[in-house]
């Protein structure tokens, strides 16, 4: 089971609507669980959203910093560090 920390899940429930039409947690305690039936992973840079979009099989070529940053299912917490959440 993943654990997710309060900069994490401030983060979701901030941005949660730039992937779904509305909102689908309004508590950490939501978020949490949600970010755990998704299998949602933190990632610690940059250069790891890639290798897990890699290891995903998407074609990544032609695809900047910019493009990958843009990605509905990418948050980026603040801290370095990179939410990936796919449902």
């Known amino acids: 089971m993943n654990e997710y920390d309060d900069k ?14 509305e909102r689908v ?9 949600f970010l755990e039936d998704c299998m949602a992973i933190v990632v610690n840079s940059l ?14 070529e032609g695809m900047g910093e910019k493009d990958i940053l843009q990605a509905e299912e990418v948050f980026e917490v603040g801290d370095g560090r990179f939410l990936i959440v796919e449902c």
Not at 8 to 19: A, P
Not at 25 to 33: D, I, K, Y
């Open 8 to 21: 994490v899940l401030k983060c979701f429930l901030e941005k949660q609507e730039q992937l779904f039409p």
């Open 25 to 33: 947690a309004e508590t950490n305690e939501e978020a949490a669980e």
């Open 47 to 60: 250069k790891e959203v890639w290798e897990y979009f890699d290891e995903e099989g998407v074609d990544l």
